[in-house]
């Protein structure tokens, strides 16, 4: 992440970090460039990134950047949001992982609708031309749902006790 955001900021493009606090502890994650916002949770750091972003590209990683990307891809399958999700296959570094979505694909664990949620490429100008190109096709069941920042809250319990 470090690399990417001192590349995009000497190009005097605008960088956004959303760091969580445990974090900023023993300055794990380094100087960071450009704005900076910090969340309580992993949770809260992937809400807020699906709030500010317009779209969302993995690039090489490990589980964090697999669990962010899968997160941001059930979210939108539940409609959740609607924005293209891609990962940027450098000297095929995701093929398997492609492949064992298609697996899933043929296997029925995944609808055709939902694979065409994740998009890749092997360049960066043709995942930026896919990623312009892409239509959010919302799962027409799915598309019901509706989602709000208070449907996460839990009603208060009544705990009266009565006899």
């Known amino acids: 992440m470090g690399c990417v955001s001192t590349a995009v900021a000497q190009h ?4 956004l970090g959303i760091i969580p606090l445990a974090f900023t502890v023993n300055n794990l994650v380094g100087e960071t460039c450009g704005k900076e916002i910090k969340v309580a949770t992993m949770h809260e750091r992937l809400l807020t990134m699906m ?3 317009d779209a969302f590209i993995a690039l090489l990683g490990g589980f964090g950047t697999l669990e962010e990307l899968f ?14 999700i891609s990962m940027l296959n450098i000297n ?5 992982l492609l ?26 100008d043709e995942l930026v031309d ?7 096709e919302p799962d027409p069941a799915l598309s019901k749902l509706k989602w709000s ?6 009603e208060k319990l009544d705990l009266t006790l009565r006899l």
């Open 12 to 15: 005097e493009r605008q960088v």
């Open 51 to 53: 709030e500010l972003s």
């Open 71 to 84: 997160q941001m891809i059930s979210w939108a399958q539940l409609n959740i949001h609607n924005k293209p």
């Open 92 to 96: 095929g570094f995701f093929n398997s």
């Open 99 to 124: 492949s064992f979505v298609d697996h899933a694909v043929e296997q029925k664990f995944i609808t055709q609708r939902a694979r065409k949620i994740l998009i890749s490429a092997t360049t960066a």
């Open 130 to 136: 896919k990623l312009q190109a892409f239509r959010f």
């Open 149 to 154: 920042p208070l449907s996460s809250q839990k």
